[in-house]
Nanobody, 121 residues
Framework: QVQLVESGGGLAQPGGSLGVSCVVSGSIFSINAMGWYRQAPGKERELVAVITYGGRTSYADSVKGRFAISRDNAKNTVYLQMNSLKPEDTAVYYC???????????????WGQGTQVTVSS
């Protein structure tokens, strides 16, 4: 079994900052790409940022220059630092990890339970 446990998030004012983190645990042979997605009420889930095992990153245009994704491979953890927050960043943020549980198994997508980020004055 593989579990993703998120922490962080909460309430911030416009222009403020928040951070979220996600720890992957369980049966893990390797973790490939890790990422953050978000889903606002009435909208589809969208990619926010992704990072490869080697540290290459990619961001949605809406968060470029404001958000930073990073990971600690030794701790199986991915982070998302969110700066200059806007009300439109309000959403449930989900962690995603592409995990290979053993050498003989396929890579599978796993998701965290989601953490609420609210940006409001």
């Amino acid at each position: 079994q593989v579990q993703l446990v998120e922490s962080g998030g909460g309430l911030a004012q416009p222009g403020g900052s928040l951070g979220v983190s996600c720890v992957v645990s369980g049966s893990i042979f390797s973790i490939n790409a890790m990422g953050w997605y978000r889903q606002a009420p009435g909208k589809e889930r969208e990619l926010v940022a992704v990072i490869t095992y080697g540290g290459r990153t990619s961001y949605a245009d809406s968060v470029k220059g404001r958000f930073a994704i990073s990971r600690d491979n030794a701790k199986n953890t991915v982070y998302l630092q969110m700066n200059s927050l806007k009300p439109e960043d309000t959403a449930v943020y989900y962690c995603n990890a592409k995990v290979q549980a053993s050498r003989l198994q396929y890579i599978v997508d796993y998701w965290g339970q989601g953490t609420q980020v609210t940006v409001s004055s």
